[in-house]
T-cell receptor, first 119, second 112 residues
Framework: AQTVTQSQPEMSVQEAETVTLSCTYD???????LFWYKQPPSRQMILVIR??????QNATENRFSVNFQKAAKSFSLKISDSQLGDTAMYFC????????????????FGKGTKLSVKP | ETGVTQTPRHLVMGMTNKKSLKCEQH?????MYWYKQSAKKPLELMFV???????ENNSVPSRFSPECPNSSHLFLHLHTLQPEDSALYLC???????????FGPGTRLTVT
């Protein structure tokens, strides 16, 4: 079965500094998608960044970038120049594009990392 | 309204009540999802609908009954719930099943 592990339940960072959130996953698939979602306190979950496993280049979205290590099954999120608005729960998620065990397109989430950005 | 909306945002119900959660997506997507988010647990996928047909039912108890009358609307009918069903219920949609998902704000459900 596919699993996603986020080993850091909570993290904090000073405003304007850089922080890296860890995520590892387990799969026997060769092609799949990985996502980072952000859920601010009492607000909507939004997609931060997406990575296709067949792409070697790490995805970036403004201050957010990933370090995708396919062999190690690692997918960490780096937030540069942290802002107070980055305070949120961050969820790593995995999706297999195939109809895997009847679960096509299912997002499998980690337990999340609570990030606090301090002024 | 834009994106994915959910009503009500908060719901308190007794164990013998019947209530419904509503989700509406304004993105022209063809797939919709219900998730359960409990404290200290990963999001749990409950149901998946693609083109108004249910394609996934992750062993959810029958006291949860989904309904998808069209590709823009998704309901979750609730009856005789248990206190452990208290959670945040999230709706999501995607263009197709194997695409990135966009989430609604959720309904915070408390079962007393």
């Amino acid at each position: 079965a596919q699993t996603v592990t986020q080993s850091q339940p909570e993290m904090s960072v000073q405003e304007a500094e850089t922080v890296t959130l860890s995520c590892t996953y387990d799969t026997s698939e060769n092609n799949y998608y990985l996502f980072w979602y952000k859920q601010p306190p009492s607000r909507q979950m939004i997609l931060v960044i997406r990575q296709e496993a067949y792409k070697q280049q790490n995805a970036t979205e403004n201050r957010f970038s990933v370090n995708f290590q396919k062999a190690a099954k690692s997918f960490s999120l780096k937030i540069s120049d942290s802002q107070l608005g980055d305070t949120a729960m961050y969820f790593c998620a995995f999706m297999s594009p195939r109809n895997y065990g009847g679960s096509q397109g299912n997002l499998i989430f980690g337990k999340g990392t609570k990030l606090s950005v301090k002024p | 309204e834009t994106g994915v909306t959910q009503t009500p945002r908060h719901l308190v119900m007794g164990m013998t009540n019947k209530k419904s959660l509503k989700c509406e997506q304004h993105l022209g997507h063809n797939a919709m999802y219900w998730y359960k988010q409990s404290a200290k647990k990963p999001l749990e996928l409950m149901f998946v609908y693609s083109l108004e047909e249910r394609v996934e039912n992750n062993s959810v108890p029958s006291r949860f009954s989904p309904e998808c009358p069209n590709s823009s609307h998704l309901f979750l009918h609730l009856h005789t719930l248990q206190p452990e069903d208290s959670a945040l219920y999230l709706c999501a949609s995607s263009q197709v099943v194997r695409d990135e998902q966009y989430f609604g704000p959720g309904t915070r459900l408390t079962v007393t």
